[in-house]
């Protein structure tokens, strides 16, 4: 089976190996997840297995998600793993597929920290703190002008605008814990999104 899995990100905590090593670490919740479809190429052009995650009400499922779920319980979210596994619909999957030691990438949603400036959105150093300077310590500077590319702003100019929210993967964590009984995974280091973020799991 595919070494893919979706889960909840938790709170950070601190992991303590045989040897007395410390190591910061990330609970995730990864209750099992059904399987509701199983691509194939002959008939969707790919191979992939959707799953659902979580849970939810039945009346808050509109009517087409609920004749998809035919015959199994209502998920909070329907994802996609690409794989060439197979498996049957109603088919669970969950944390075993992972074992401790294995090295995975997580993938999930940024914080959004909203409309920032140059200096916390591409680290820019702001202007001279002396010399008559009042108030253009954080300013962006330079944007373009009459020397430069015919007077226009260039596409990709570095300046302030919305920051985060982006889809961000981390590679190279390595799991640490695997408790099948309370469907949690300990993995090592920081993992992008709050906690309640939904994070994509996969295995090298």
Do not use: W
């Amino acid at each position: 089976m595919a070494k893919a899995l979706f889960g909840i990100k938790g709170r950070m905590t601190q992991h303590f190996s045989g040897d007395g090593s410390v190591f910061a670490a990330t609970i995730i919740e990864a209750s099992p997840m059904t399987v509701t479809q199983v691509k194939t190429t002959e008939k969707d052009g790919y191979q992939a297995l959707q799953v659902g995650i979580g849970s939810r009400k039945e009346k808050n499922l509109s009517k087409p998600v609920k004749g998809h779920l035919k015959d199994i319980a209502p998920t909070r979210y329907i994802r996609e793993i690409r794989t060439v596994d197979t498996a049957e619909r109603g088919a669970k999957l969950d944390v075993s597929v992972f074992a401790e030691g294995d090295v995975v990438a997580v993938s999930a949603i940024s914080k959004g920290k909203g409309f920032q400036g140059v200096v916390k959105r591409h680290g820019f150093h702001g202007g001279p703190r002396s010399h008559g300077q009042k108030n253009k310590e954080r300013a962006p500077g330079s944007i373009g002008g009459g020397g430069r590319a015919g007077g226009r702003v260039v596409k990709g100019m570095r300046m302030a605008g919305r920051m985060g929210g982006d889809r961000i993967t981390v590679k190279n964590l390595k799991v640490l814990k695997v408790d099948s009984e309370k469907n949690i995974l300990l993995i090592s280091g920081a993992v992008p999104g709050k906690p309640g973020t939904l994070v994509e799991i996969n295995g090298n």
